[in-house]
Structures are given as structure tokens and as C-alpha cells.
């Protein structure tokens, strides 16, 4: 069974930009949760959708936008993009919303100049 | 909301040196309790978990950690590390039945294991 995929793996952006991140989770997996890991402030949850919803928001600025496909696809879009945005975004699956556990992705690195 | 402190953010063993990792969480009600690990140039992947149930909880490479409730610790121990186990560990919390994931995650710590 194939992994969590994310693409793209890395991404340069200019500040003021948008940017938007894809993830695909495991073949039956429903819901999908995006955390940021930065060195300063580790890993940070973002967001998690289920069924095309959004269930639960982590303490980001509205810049942070998600959403999820009817075939469990997400993505994450970040508007006028920051020096501080420059991370390893992260995306991770599970069967359920609350599910049993989490499979992570290889993330997307982006770097803002 | 939820906290995660772990109290190591480096730690260097020898081969075969036994390892525990502190873990302590705050938050008022139920939680589950991880551990993942981050192997250099891979992606975070899942030592054990803890829903409910024996506080001991056995994962993989064997790994295991013990759920103290009363001091609201999930520390992580091996007996005796390899090499191979130089990687960074992340313990993580999130309230349990809340039908909902919100991974907390401590800032990690990490390992390098001397052959």
C-alpha cells in the first residue's frame, strides 16, 4: 500500500506570494492533518479536515487555508507569504477523524526569500 | 489546550548504553500518548502509541514506554541502543474521544548513538 505523498517536495517562493501544497493519503484513509515543523517552534498543528470538512484548526494565522477533495486529497494554501513561513510542512493520514494513529509524509520544504 | 515538554534536547550514548527519554504532558482530561521517531532524511514514523489500558506499552526496534498518570509522564526507554537508533524522538498528546486529531508534539530530542 503506497504512503502518505506530498508534493511538491521543495519549493521556493518570494515574500508576498501564495503557495499551495498537495497530500494525498493512504488508499482509505479519511482524514488528513497538516502540522508545520520549523526549528524555533518544532512541530505545530495547522489543520485537519475529514469528509471534506474541517475539523479542528491549530493556532495559525487566516494567511494558513486548507481544504479536501471528495477523494480525501488535501491542500494547503498560504497567501501573502512570510520570511518566518519557511518550513517543512507536513501531512499526515488516518482511517478516521481521532483515528487510531497517524501515518506522516515526507513533507514539502518550503524556503521564502 | 494542551502541553508536551520533553526535558532532553540531545543526548549522546554509547552502543549498547540503555536510553530513557522524558516525556511530560499537561492537559486536565484523557489522553493518548505517542512516540515517533525521524530517522535522518526520512519522515516522522510511529514507535508505540498508548490509548488505554497496561501502562507499559511495547513498540518497535524494541522500544517501550511507560504511562505514569500520576506524574503525567510517558517516558521512553530501551534497554540497549545501536547505531541505527541515532534519529530524533518526538512524544506527542492528543485528548482522547474528542473525535477529532490535534497532535501536541514536545520539540524532540535527539539521539546520536557513538558505534
Known amino acids: 500500500k503506497a504512503g502518505v505523498t506530498q508534493t511538491p517536495r521543495y519549493l521556493i517562493k518570494t515574500r508576498g506570494q501564495q503557495v499551495t501544497l498537495s497530500c494525498s493519503p493512504i488508499?482509505?484513509?479519511?482524514?488528513v492533518s497538516w502540522y508545520q515543523q520549523t526549528p524555533g517552534q518544532g512541530l505545530q498543528f495547522l489543520f485537519e479536515?475529514?469528509?471534506?470538512?474541517?475539523?479542528n484548526k491549530g493556532n495559525f494565522p487566516g494567511r494558513f487555508s486548507g481544504r479536501q477533495f471528495s477523494n480525501s486529497r488535501s491542500e494547503m494554501n498560504v497567501s501573502t507569504l512570510e520570511l518566518g513561513d519557511s518550513a517543512l510542512y507536513l501531512c499526515?493520514?488516518?482511517?478516521?477523524?481521532?483515528?487510531?494513529?497517524?501515518?506522516f509524509g515526507p513533507g514539502t520544504r518550503l524556503t521564502v526569500t | 489546550a494542551q502541553s508536551v515538554s520533553q526535558h532532553n534536547h540531545h543526548v549522546i550514548l554509547s552502543e549498547a548504553a540503555s536510553l530513557e527519554l522524558g516525556c511530560n504532558y499537561s492537559?486536565?482530561?484523557?489522553?493518548?500518548l505517542f512516540w515517533y521517531v525521524q530517522y535522518p532524511g526520512q519522515h516522522l514514523q510511529l514507535l508505540l502509541k498508548?490509548?488505554?489500558?497496561?501502562?507499559l506499552v511495547k513498540g518497535i526496534k524494541g522500544f517501550e514506554a511507560e504511562f505514569i498518570k500520576s506524574k503525567f509522564s510517558f517516558n521512553l526507554r530501551k534497554p540497549s541502543v545501536q547505531w541505527s537508533d541515532t534519529a530524533e524522538y518526538f512524544c506527542?498528546?492528543?485528548?482522547?474521544?474528542?473525535?477529532?486529531?490535534?497532535?501536541?508534539f514536545g520539540k524532540g530530542t535527539k539521539l546520536s548513538v557513538i558505534p
Open positions: 499526515a493520514s488516518s482511517l478516521e477523524a481521532g483515528g487510531d494513529e497517524q501515518y
Open positions: 506527542a498528546v492528543t485528548p482522547s474521544g474528542a473525535g477529532s486529531y490535534q497532535l501536541t
Open positions: 488508499s482509505g484513509h479519511r482524514s
Open positions: 479536515y475529514f469528509s471534506e470538512t474541517q475539523r
Open positions: 492537559y486536565g482530561g484523557t489522553v493518548n
Open positions: 498508548y490509548f488505554s489500558g497496561d501502562p
